[in-house]
């Protein structure tokens, strides 16, 4: 059986999980969330990696859910049950993910787009969250977009399923950064490589930071984040940093291409 996802990983620490099955659209099938699932394992177990990036192969990105898998009750159920696991894969990445499209993404597509910490597209991308208009709930993906998107956006694109561009996605928190297509590459190696300047166990721990619900009292709250804040500051990996601005020099943690 023909692979649908691809994995590569460069010397600079990128990899590259690339959704290739253009035939059907990148939809969400059992193959594909399967292979999806192994290679984020994958990449979150190497120590090589520093950056994961999200791309595809053909006009699309992603369509959300293989539709003909789910011709049944129980495919359908497999694969929502399925689905959150990949969500939680990304959003909870040790690693920074970076979702690159250069094409359209519905639905589920959508939901692995607010997923990842950064999302940069072409200009003449599109995005819809086309459930309703199957007599669908968007609930799954409801758990990675809502904390991205405005909530005026949210009510209407969920209630209504119409189609809007990149330039609005970005308005809406949804992507960082629409592009001209021939400038996707560019913009997307201009974030990895910023990504990579991080130390590893510091960009996890500010990812946890993102994730984590404040508590109602300001003082308990000042009291965990200097916890954090100090024990970076005495740990080996900000010593090496405060050391390698102090001798100008870059820290031991980046990655140096041989290329």
């Given amino acids: 059986m023909a692979?649908?996802?691809?994995?590569?990983?460069?010397?600079?620490?990128?990899?590259?999980?690339?959704?290739?099955?253009p035939h059907n659209r990148n939809a969400l099938s059992a193959q594909l969330r399967r292979e999806l699932r192994d290679h984020l394992s994958t990449a979150a177990g190497d120590d090589?990696?520093?950056?994961?990036?999200?791309?595809?192969?053909?006009?699309?990105?992603?369509?959300?859910?293989?539709?003909k898998e789910a011709g049944s009750a129980g495919s359908a159920t497999d694969g929502v049950n399925e689905f959150?696991?990949?969500?939680?894969?990304?959003?909870?990445?040790?690693?920074?993910?970076?979702?690159?499209?250069?094409g359209p993404a519905r639905a589920g597509g959508v939901g692995i787009v607010a997923a990842a910490d950064i999302a940069v597209a072409a200009a003449d991308a599109t995005f819809a969250f086309t459930e309703v208009r199957l007599g669908l709930v968007p609930a799954v993906i409801?758990?990675?977009?809502?904390?991205?998107?405005?909530?005026?956006?949210?009510?209407?694109?969920?209630?209504?399923?119409e189609r809007?561009?990149?330039?609005?996605?970005?308005?809406?928190?949804?992507?960082?950064a629409a592009v001209p297509a021939e400038r996707l590459d560019a913009e997307v190696a201009r974030y990895t490589g910023m990504l990579a300047l991080g130390g590893p166990t510091a960009l996890a721990a500010t990812k946890e930071m993102?994730?984590?619900?404040?508590?109602?009292?300001?003082?308990?709250?000042?009291?965990?984040?200097?916890?954090?804040?100090?024990?970076?500051?005495?740990?080996?990996?900000?010593q090496e940093g405060i050391a390698a601005f102090a001798q100008k020099r870059t820290p031991s943690w980046v990655p140096v291409s041989e290329g």
């Avoid at 009292?217 to 804040?229: I, K, R, T, Y």
Wanted: charged share 20%; proline share 5%; hydrophobic share 50%.
């Fill in 3 to 21: 692979e649908l996802v691809h994995y590569t990983v460069t010397d600079d620490g990128v990899a590259t999980i690339t959704l290739n099955s």
């Fill in 48 to 67: 090589a990696v520093r950056v994961i990036v999200l791309d595809h192969a053909g006009p699309v990105f992603c369509a959300g859910m293989d539709l």
């Fill in 142 to 161: 409801s758990v990675t977009v809502l904390p991205r998107l405005l909530p005026r956006a949210a009510h209407e694109l969920f209630l209504t399923g």
């Fill in 84 to 102: 959150p696991e990949i969500l939680t894969q990304i959003w909870t990445s040790a690693k920074p993910v970076v979702a690159k499209l250069a």
């Fill in 164 to 176: 809007f561009d990149a330039e609005r996605a970005v308005a809406i928190g949804l992507l960082n």
């Fill in 210 to 238: 993102l994730r984590r619900a404040r508590s109602a009292d300001l003082a308990d709250d000042f009291a965990d984040m200097l916890e954090l804040s100090a024990g970076f500051f005495a740990a080996p990996e900000g």
